[in-house]
């Protein structure tokens, strides 16, 4: 017998509210409206806030607030006589479903960008109003040339979607705690050593830190800022040297941060940032060029500092996960492992049962996680699609998006966790009932491209852009493919999607050790099923016998099942079955002593060996 997710009352870590379906034209038109009072033609609005982040509070959800698009990536141009959404490829689904398509253009980033539709659609002498914390030096570089290009011009104005948004939420003001040294791995002082001389190394004498991610890592603390990752906003000024100064939004800061930190760094409110930034006259100053504002280049330059653009030297050096770092990743998916296979043999009985919603499967998911101990918040809001909803790569399911489970369809649940020591991410594709056999053959292409990566062997300093391809090619001889990238990189109880590493046609940045991304090919048939198969990986050393240079690989990290019944075993090479049954050996042996009964029978069949 299949326990139940555990019932006990709780405040959940998601809502399944509509955030505003097809908003109408009376938000647009209100922007219309304070366009003309400001004296400007047009308006921005980027999905981000004054950090440039892909996760924001809830009072700077301003594209949400004023088209309806919830995605995680996007941009709108509102001019005076014209309107456009700009999205990736992950929301060319989701943007029509959720905005008025009769008001905005929805235009597919891989055809043209925000600047080149502003470059076709800005007349002569126009101006085009832009916040100036919610854009980069380098992205207003590139508006300014193709506004000039145009015959128009730029000009600063404060945010104009705040001054018609009617009962935005406040700031947030989250507690702001002490990330432990032992899962850390690095004390505040060794870390802020490597940074200054990094500083040292770039001429530069001072650093602004812009990104809370950053933040967070430098000084050892986490937040609740931000929905599902522990983030505290703020900025940090961090001289090459002299005491550390931290300018935090929330005011609750744990007396255990406030005293850890004092021999380093003195915490400050917010407001006391401009004061901050004044002080560094005749500094050179690095802003980190993906997160710093231009506001904070023209606040320092307006003190008599130089700024000088580039990259935040903390990027890179959070990414790369230390021995503690690692050993907690490892923990926690093996917590979560657990967590997520109990959820699927009770998904395989509820969805035989009938009844079963893709809401009723996200709380059961987070109640078993619950359960299972040290979930702090789920890494992002659960993608929980059945049938044609899967195949929005980033669906959220809302209470008048409820779909039911059916038979003959697939579900796809795409999901992770926060725990102290690591932060998850896995998705699964499941088949209800009896699959097709198109269904089949793209679940296993997608499976061998996953595998394919898995497996993957490359020499030190290989890109990610490099590896891309392996996951792609099975698709690529049926002439298939998938419109994201094939992997993300992960945070240590940080952010679900971090940066600088990621596994796509566009990475560039090279794999090194410590590294750790997820591995998720995939494939949508466009109203009809979705299919994403997808596990975090730990880039590593590869020892290679009578090898002549230092090769890498991967450590698979996620323990779950797949399903063998949407396997067309004919598809597979001897190689990747041996794979897939040495897999399921290790997540069947990994996950049993902490299973019950019914859930430890269930993974027995899911990971017994692969038929013929």
């Known amino acids: 017998m299949i326990e139940p997710p555990p019932s006990r009352p709780r405040q959940r870590f998601q809502t399944f509210d509509d955030p505003g379906h097809r908003k109408g034209p009376e938000r647009i038109e209100a922007l219309r409206a304070a366009l003309r009072e400001t004296g400007v033609d047009g308006f921005v609005v980027p999905r981000a806030d004054e950090h440039q982040s892909e996760y924001v509070p809830a009072d700077a959800e301003r594209l949400a607030w004023l ?56 007349k002569r002498d126009q101006v085009l109003g832009y916040d100036p914390w919610l854009h980069t030096p380098d992205g207003l570089a590139r508006l300014e040339r193709v506004a000039t290009k145009a015959g128009g011009a730029l000009r600063a104005v404060p945010n104009l979607v705040d001054a018609v948004w009617a009962g935005r939420p406040k700031p947030p003001a989250g507690r702001v705690i002490r990330h432990p040294d032992a899962l850390a791995g690095e004390t505040v002082a060794d870390k802020l050593a490597r940074v200054r001389d990094s500083l040292t190394e770039a001429g530069c004498d001072a650093l602004v830190i812009s990104d809370p991610h950053n933040l967070a890592w430098a000084f050892n603390l986490r937040g609740a800022d931000v929905g599902h990752t522990p983030l505290a906003l703020g900025y940090a000024i961090l001289p090459r040297e002299g005491q550390a100064r931290l300018f935090l939004a929330s005011p609750a800061v744990d007396p255990d941060l406030r005293a850890a930190l004092a021999p380093v760094a003195e915490i400050l409110p917010r407001a006391e940032l401009e004061d901050g930034l004044a002080s560094l006259s005749g500094a050179r100053v690095r802003l980190d060029a993906a997160t710093g504002a231009v506001a904070l280049k023209e606040r320092i330059e307006s003190a008599g500092g130089t700024v000088d653009v580039g990259k935040d030297p903390i990027t890179a050096m959070k990414a790369l996960k230390n021995a503690a770092e690692i050993a907690g ?72 998006s409820d779909r039911a489970v059916r038979p003959g369809e697939l579900f796809l649940i795409d999901s992770g966790a926060q725990y102290p020591d690591g932060t998850t991410d896995i998705t699964r594709t499941v088949a209800v009932g009896a699959p097709s056999a198109a269904m089949r053959d793209r679940f296993t292409r997608v499976l061998k491209g996953h595998i394919a ?14 590896i891309d391809a392996f996951a792609r090619a099975p698709l690529w001889q049926a002439g298939l493919d998938f419109d994201h990238g094939t992997g993300h990189g992960v945070g240590a109880f940080l952010s679900v999607h971090e940066g600088p590493q990621r596994i796509a046609k566009t990475g560039t940045v090279a794999l090194e050790p410590g590294m750790i991304l997820s591995n998720e090919p995939g494939y949508y048939a466009a109203g009809a099923y979705g299919i994403r198969i997808e596990n975090l990986v730990l880039v590593e050393t590869r020892a290679i016998a009578d090898g002549e240079r230092p090769m890498l690989g991967f450590e698979t990290l996620t323990l779950a099942p797949y399903d063998r019944n949407l396997i067309q075993t004919e598809l597979l090479e001897p190689g990747e079955r041996a794979w897939i049954d040495a897999y399921h050996v290790w997540v069947r042996e990994a996950l049993s002593p902490e299973l019950d009964a019914g859930a430890r029978d269930w993974l027995a069949r899911a990971t017994a060996p692969l038929p013929g």
Not at 377 to 382: I, L
């Open 67 to 122: 088209t309806g698009f919830t995605g995680s990536a996007g941009t709108a141009v509102i001019l005076s006589e014209a309107a456009a959404l700009v999205v990736d490829g992950r929301y060319t689904l989701q943007a029509p479903e959720q905005v008025d398509t009769g008001i905005l253009a929805i235009v597919p980033l891989a055809e043209t960008t925000p600047e080149a539709w502003i470059g076709a659609n800005l």
């Open 329 to 400: 990743a490892r923990a926690a998916h093996q917590r979560d492992g657990a967590s997520v296979v109990r959820f699927l043999a009770w998904l395989d009985a509820a969805s035989t049962a009938g009844g079963l919603t893709e809401i009723a499967a996200v709380e059961a998911l987070e109640d078993f996680r619950a359960a299972g101990g040290d979930l702090r918040d789920v890494s992002f809001p659960t993608i929980s699609g059945s049938g044609p909803n899967g195949a929005i790569v980033h669906y959220r399911v809302t209470r008048a």
């Open 453 to 466: 990566i898995a497996r993957a062997v490359f020499p030190n300093k290989t890109t990610g852009a490099q």
